[in-house]
């Protein structure tokens, strides 16, 4: 099949095959062979991004417009990312190395965002409020204005829609940046956006560097929101960019989250589960649960389910259906994560499975599973962002949770147990912003997703994200004709 890739940035309604920052070659990480190119933005381009967002934001049609017709747009457009899913699913799996079901289930995804966003709007408002006898007190939810999405490269669609939908929805405009490993279905997303009648200068989408144009988009004095998701360094820089115009920012940053077993679980379900636990994504995922702890007494009966099915995964081509694991998203990345797991080694970890390169072209790298190091050694403390896994014995639960909140990331996690009791208590005590119990499935797209600690703040999904992209305005209407 000959995929068509998109080419262009998509500006103030028109498409720009060259930018002043030169091009981005891609490589395809599952062949290390050119993938094709698209042009980057210097600050030329940006300016002009943001002043057709600023223009079509007070303009009017689309941030005042009936809720219906934003409404109905959103809905035209999931539709056409449903049709279109086939095409969008082998642009993100030729360009992140993403199995092809994994692709296909993200960019189905990505439509829901928008049917529930297109749907919520309609639903969303501001409420009355008692202040007094003779007055009218109420409240309404007003857009912010020019909004910079800037998403990453681990799941580039999904990401992109998770900001867009429902900035777009409570009547926004955004300039959307993609990673510049991976802009490829943002750049098709926003094709189909401008299709299905979203404004050129309501949505744009650009691709850059983000260590050329990152400070000079989010030190904008245009843009008045910065939805971001990715690292947490990079997190940091933009809420110190952010601070001179007291622009609203939400940050959605990086992860190491814990897996916790208990004795009375259903230690072999656990076991089966918990590697796509990890090494889902190739373990570039910020819910990643690469701290698995548990309880002593089933240790290593746990231990040996885990690498037994650890072992079972398909690791291979992207394209192929039966593909669990692809490879990793670049050289430098796989780079990255054999550097941690040399660290693992220096520090005394036994390695239980994994840790090599297979002999084929391609970032592969096989998921791998440290066994026996403290909790404070780097690599049960840092993000790796790649497929390695550490396993460590607890033996109470107070230990549990003390392990689970030993790291300065809070963004999500598990508890096993059967016991009701303890999983609320537990659930209560870990602090993280999305836990599931029994299950590793804790993104819902009606349900807040969000961070603790040094995950960051703000919440994307549920009707919680519409609040983000909007300033709440008080009014107080007096009544009492000056008595
Ligand atoms: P990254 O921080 O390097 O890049 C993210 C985006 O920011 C990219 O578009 C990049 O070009 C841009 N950028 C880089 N420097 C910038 C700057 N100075 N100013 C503005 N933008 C800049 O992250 P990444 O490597 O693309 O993604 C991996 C990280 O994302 C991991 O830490 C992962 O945990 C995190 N992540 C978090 C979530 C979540 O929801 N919490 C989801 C996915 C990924």
């Known amino acids: 099949m000959t995929d068509r890739f998109p080419k262009s940035l998509l500006i103030d309604g028109k498409t720009l095959e060259g930018a002043s920052d030169g091009a981005i070659e891609l490589t395809e990480p599952a062949t290390e062979t050119p993938l094709c190119a698209v042009p980057a933005v210097g600050e030329k381009e940006i300016d002009q991004a943001l002043q057709a967002a600023q223009r079509g934001f007070a303009?009017?049609?689309?941030?005042?417009?009936?809720?219906?017709?934003?409404?109905?747009?959103?809905?035209?457009?999931?539709?056409a990312i449903r049709e279109n899913c086939e095409r969008l699913a082998r642009i993100e799996a030729r360009n992140v190395g993403k199995p092809i079901g994994d692709a296909r289930w993200e960019i189905n995804a990505g439509a829901r965002c928008f049917e529930f966003y297109a749907g919520a709007i309609t639903q969303f408002g501001g409420r009355t409020i008692p202040v007094?006898?003779?007055?009218?007190?109420?409240?309404?939810?007003?857009?912010v204005g020019v909004v910079a999405a800037i998403v990453p490269w681990n799941f580039p669609f999904l990401m992109a829609c998770w900001k867009v939908a429902p900035a777009l929805a409570t009547g926004n405009s955004v300039v959307l940046k993609p990673a510049s490993l991976t802009p490829l279905s943002a750049l098709a997303l926003g094709e189909l956006a401008w299709e299905a009648g979203v404004p050129g200068n309501i949505l744009q989408v650009i691709a850059g560097r983000g260590s050329v144009v990152g400070d000079y988009l989010t030190g904008h004095p245009l843009v008045r929101k910065i939805a971001f998701t990715g690292e947490t360094g990079t997190g940091a820089r933009i809420l110190r960019q952010a601070a001179g115009d007291i622009k609203r920012v939400s940050l959605e940053l990086g992860g190491k989250s814990p897996n916790v077993i208990f004795a009375d679980a259903d230690v072999d379900a656990a076991a089966e589960a918990a590697p796509m636990a990890v090494f889902a994504n190739t373990g570039q995922d910020c819910c990643a649960r690469s701290r698995v702890l548990v309880e002593r007494s089933v240790f290593d009966r746990f231990s040996e389910g885990f690498v037994a099915a650890t072992k079972r995964l398909i690791v291979g081509d992207p394209l192929s259906e039966e593909t669990q694991v692809g490879p990793l998203v670049s050289s430098g990345q796989r780079e990255t994560v054999e550097r941690y797991i040399a660290i693992a080694e220096e520090e005394g970890g036994k390695r239980l499975v994994g840790g090599s390169r297979p002999q084929s072209p391609g970032y592969y790298l096989a998921p791998t599973i440290f066994a026996g190091l403290p909790s404070k050694a780097r690599v049960c403390q840092e993000e790796i962002f790649g497929p390695v896994a550490c396993i460590l014995p607890f033996e109470s639960e107070a230990e549990a949770i003390a392990l689970a909140n030993?790291?300065?990331?809070?963004?999500?996690?598990?508890?096993?147990?059967?016991?009701?009791?303890?999983?609320?208590?537990?659930?209560?005590?870990?602090?993280?912003?999305?836990?599931?119990v029994n299950t590793n499935s804790s993104v819902h797209q009606e349900a807040p997703f969000g961070g603790f600690k040094r995950s960051g703040f703000g919440r994307d999904l549920g009707v919680e994200a519409m609040q983000l992209y909007t300033e709440l305005k008080n009014v107080y209407i007096d009544l009492s004709g000056g008595k």
């Open 132 to 143: 007094a006898k003779n007055g009218f007190d109420y409240t309404i939810r007003q857009p």
């Open 59 to 79: 303009q009017g049609s689309w941030s005042s417009s009936n809720p219906a017709a934003r409404s109905e747009a959103l809905f035209r457009l999931a539709r």
């Open 406 to 436: 030993d790291t300065q990331y809070g963004l999500s996690g598990s508890i096993w147990t059967r016991d009701i009791e303890r999983a609320l208590r537990v659930a209560r005590a870990v602090e993280s912003g999305v836990l599931s």
